[in-house]
Every structure is written in structure tokens, then in C-alpha cells.
């Protein structure tokens, strides 16, 4: 059963609009992540948060911005959507074990950008 | 210029025969590999991972094998079955970050019946 949640699981919209794509997770994990991919395509970090109030740029650049006032809860927001924000964006947070870190994602968003 | 290559975009196999996916990688820093296994609609999921100081791992039907020296690493599932048919994503990172995982683009197992 997942224990972080991604919505919507599907979204389309119209170019110029602001969209916010939740992501929460009751695991209690300092760190949550947001990815992008596109099919076929590698998954690439567009940001990170160490903690409450840590926003951190990934490595590729994202038009996108996100904020993190609860651990739980890690909403990414695109303020006017165009057609080349069209693409998956993965939610994740990760926790240490056996002094590793492992990722655990949520579903996922599909953004579709008209 | 990518850091985790997965060069076969697909791979077929039999139900009940072996399954190899392979990566390599190029950055000698990576101290950490790990395989991901993502669903259509689903976000990935973690499968198996290995240690630089190892070069086995194995977790039930999965082991992971690392070739330090060809930097390459390869995933073997056996016996593979119909439910294993998913995209198998490789990553590595150093130092233990997961902010620093690289992803390869992923190699698309279909497992026939």
C-alpha cells in the first residue's frame, strides 16, 4: 500500500493556466524529491527538500517552483503551464536504511499541456 | 552526456527463462547502484541494490551483478515470469545521496507466457 500520494493521478489543461500537482507522504521522511520524465526517457531531479522550509534546485531546470511548510506535504506548482511542461512528474521521499538511502515514489502526475 | 546508460530500449524473454538486463556507467565516483522496477501509471518501485565494495547481490529471484573494473552492472532475474514485464531503470550515486542519483533512460522487459 503506498504511502505517498500523488494529485491528480491525470491532468490536462490549457496553456497560460496555473496548475499545483500535490504530493504527500505519512511516513514522516525528512527528504522528498519531484521528478520529471518523459517516455523513454531517464527520470531527471527538478527539486529537492531536505526538510521543512529546504527547497532545493535539481539537476535540470524547471520553470517550476515548490515549497515544503510541512514535512509531509510537498506541492510542486507551475504558475502558466505550456505545452513543454507536458510530461510524468514522480514524487518521492526517501529514508536511510542500512545506511543507504532508498526512494519510495508516489503514482505519479501525467501533465498534458494544450 | 549521460553518466548511467541502459542500451537496449527493450528485451523479450520466455516465462521460466533467465532475464539480463544490463547497464554501464561512467562515472568512477558512483559508490552505489541501485535497479528500479516501474509499472505504466505507476512510479517506480525499488528492487535490488549493490555496494561498490561488493559484486553480488542477490534477493530472492533477483541478483544484481557490479564489474567495477568494466564499470558495468547487470540485473538477472530468474526465473522470469509474466509479472516481471515492466521498465527496469539502473542508478547509481556517490557518498549515499539520493540527491545525487542518476537514472538510466530504462530497458523495457516483456515477459511472454
Known amino acids: 500500500e503506498a504511502d505517498i500520494y500523488q494529485t491528480p493521478r491525470y491532468l490536462v489543461i490549457g496553456t497560460g493556466k496555473k496548475i499545483t500537482l500535490e504530493c504527500s507522504q505519512t511516513?514522516?521522511?525528512?527528504?522528498m524529491y519531484w521528478y520529471q520524465q518523459d517516455p523513454g526517457m531517464e527520470l531527471h531531479l527538478i527539486h529537492y527538500?531536505?526538510?521543512?522550509?529546504?527547497?532545493e534546485k535539481g539537476d535540470l531546470s524547471s520553470e517550476s517552483t515548490v515549497s515544503r511548510i510541512r514535512t509531509e506535504h510537498f506541492p510542486l506548482t507551475l504558475e502558466s503551464a505550456r505545452p513543454s511542461h507536458t510530461s510524468q512528474y514522480l514524487c518521492?521521499?526517501?529514508?536511510?536504511?542500512?545506511?543507504?538511502?532508498?526512494?519510495?515514489f508516489g503514482s505519479g502526475t501525467q501533465l498534458s499541456v494544450l | 552526456d549521460q553518466q548511467v546508460k541502459q542500451n537496449s530500449p527493450s528485451l523479450s524473454v520466455q516465462e521460466g527463462r533467465i532475464s539480463i538486463l544490463n547497464c554501464d556507467y561512467t562515472?568512477?565516483?558512483?559508490?552505489?547502484f541501485l535497479w528500479y522496477k516501474k509499472y505504466p501509471a505507476e512510479g517506480p518501485t525499488f528492487l535490488i541494490s549493490?555496494?561498490?565494495?561488493?559484486d553480488k547481490n542477490e534477493d530472492g529471484r533477483f541478483t544484481v551483478f557490479l564489474n567495477k573494473s568494466a564499470k558495468h552492472l547487470s540485473l538477472h532475474i530468474v526465473p522470469s515470469q509474466p509479472g516481471d514485464s515492466a521498465v527496469y531503470f539502473c542508478?547509481?550515486?556517490?557518498?549515499?545521496?539520493?540527491?545525487?542519483?542518476?537514472f538510466g533512460k530504462g530497458t523495457k522487459l516483456t515477459v511472454n507466457p
Open positions: 518521492a521521499s526517501s529514508a536511510t536504511e542500512k545506511l543507504q538511502e532508498k526512494l519510495f
Open positions: 511516513m514522516g521522511h525528512d527528504k
Open positions: 527538500s531536505y526538510g521543512v522550509n529546504s527547497t
Open positions: 562515472n568512477s565516483m558512483f559508490d552505489y
Open positions: 549493490i555496494s561498490s565494495i561488493k
Open positions: 542508478a547509481a550515486t556517490f557518498q549515499g545521496g539520493s540527491e545525487k542519483l542518476v
